[in-house]
């Protein structure tokens, strides 16, 4: 019974240092930063949950060139977004979606989880 009081205590623990990576700490992905990697930093890429990595999309292929200004705006600032894309980048629905990613915060979390 002793140890029960202890969990909320180290779920407390785990979940601070994330949060603060997350919100701008000293590992938070910043945009304008190049991340050096093997990812083509102005590519769209895409996540396969099956497979579970990351393709480089075939259409479209760079994500600033995307029509869909809520996807732009969010890889822009975030570095990834979840939502389907037609193959000329336009917006669509959001069920089912997947999650894409700009090839630099791919870079950005390969250096990341290199340093972990």
């Known amino acids: 019974m002793r140890y029960l009081a202890l969990i909320p205590l180290f779920l407390l623990l ?4 994330s949060l ?3 919100d701008g700490g000293d590992d938070a992905y910043i945009s304008t930063t190049p991340y050096p990697g093997i990812y083509q930093a102005d590519r769209l890429y895409q ?10 999309a075939k ?10 200004d809520k996807a732009r705006t ?8 979840t939502g389907n894309l037609s193959d000329t980048g336009r917006c ?16 950005y979390l390969a250096e990341k989880n290199d340093r972990d």
């Open 20 to 22: 603060a990576t997350e």
């Open 59 to 68: 259409r479209p292929k760079l994500w600033t060139s995307i029509p869909c």
């Open 74 to 81: 969010t890889l822009r600032e975030r570095g990834s977004w």
């Open 92 to 107: 669509l629905g959001n069920a089912e979606a997947p999650t894409w990613a700009s090839g630099n915060y791919l870079n």
């Open 47 to 56: 996540y396969d949950d099956r497979e579970q990595l990351w393709y480089g």
């Open 14 to 17: 785990v979940t601070v240092p």
